[in-house]
């Protein structure tokens, strides 16, 4: 990963910070895209201790905000030539209906529609890579309990009718469904593959879940993957020579390719999504 540029979203915690150590001890230049601008730092300035890496900068980034995404991939575009590698890690969930600035439920907002725009947007940086760059979805396997609720991506039954469980797989059902439709718009100027890093010990449900939620999480996370191990497929999909050439794909913890749900393969429903969510993002493209 020498003189390999690799941004990061959500790269201060969880499987986003583990990601980032490794990438870093194998020498990537690394832009850690976060919306806390003092943790992201603070972060950095760790990785920077921890690896004895020095190449590792910050970048303002909200996800849950289309003017920040635009903004962040302004500054990005502006300071480096190229982006080898873009690992959309971030992630939200939550069990009560929450919206994005722009109006999109919380959890289809940040983790597909921000990642759809950041991801549009700097494709004229992946684009000057001198190999083919990489792009990686961090999905689940929750989403083969997905499907895409055209008429409630803004939350428009409301706050009774929501499911937090069914937004999320939702969400994450639209990583996969990206991830292919980018491949077929894409593929021959550079790779998209997603994953599924299995059941790590984040903070994830602790942050938005309900009582009960966060009660059963923090019992279960002591005996769930460590971020370390949860990392694992999102560093050998950046590094190894092995899938240099494979875009499309979709791989489990194990690092094997494994054939996602089949309203994931759905290519007619990947197409309606991308341009529902182009039309969403439409003002803030570049």
């Keep these: 990963m020498q003189n390999k540029t690799v941004l990061i979203t959500g790269a201060n915690d969880g499987i986003g910070k583990a990601t980032a150590e490794r990438l870093a001890r194998k020498g990537a230049h690394l832009v850690l895209a976060c919306r806390d601008e003092t943790n992201a730092q603070r972060t950095a300035d760790w990785l920077v201790k ?18 920040s995404v635009r903004s962040a991939s302004e500054l990005f575009l502006a300071d480096y030539p190229r982006l080898d590698v873009l690992i959309n890690n971030a992630g939200v969930y939550c069990e009560s209906l929450e919206r994005t600035r722009d109006g999109y439920e919380l959890q289809f907002g940040v983790n597909h529609l921000g990642h759809f725009l950041l991801t549009l947007n700097l494709l004229p940086a992946m684009q000057c890579a ?4 990489r792009v990686i979805n961090v ?17 428009e039954r409301g706050a009774k009718a929501y499911d937090g469980s069914a937004a999320y797989a939702q969400s994450k059902l639209a990583n996969v469904l990206f991830t292919k439709e980018l491949n077929r718009r894409h593929g021959t100027e550079l790779t998209t593959n997603c994953l599924h890093p299995g059941v790590v010990g984040t903070s994830l449900a602790n942050k938005k879940g309900k009582l009960l939620t966060k009660t059963i999480w923090s019992l279960y996370k002591p005996f769930a993957r460590s971020p370390r191990r949860g990392a694992d497929t999102s560093v050998y999909l950046a590094s190894s020579p092995e899938v240099q050439e494979v875009s499309g794909r979709y791989f489990n913890p194990s690092q ?14 990947a197409r309606r999504l991308w341009e529902y969510s182009e039309e969403a993002v439409g003002e803030f493209l570049l």
């Design 50 to 67: 921890t690896t004895g890496n020095e190449k590792i900068d910050t970048l303002p980034l909200d996800l849950a905000d289309l003017r």
């Design 256 to 269: 094997c390719l494994i054939k996602p749900s089949p309203t994931a393969c759905n290519a007619q429903l």
């Design 139 to 155: 999905a689940s396997a929750m989403h083969a309990n997905g499907g895409i609720d055209f008429g409630n991506l803004r939350g």
């Design 130 to 133: 001198s190999l083919c760059s």
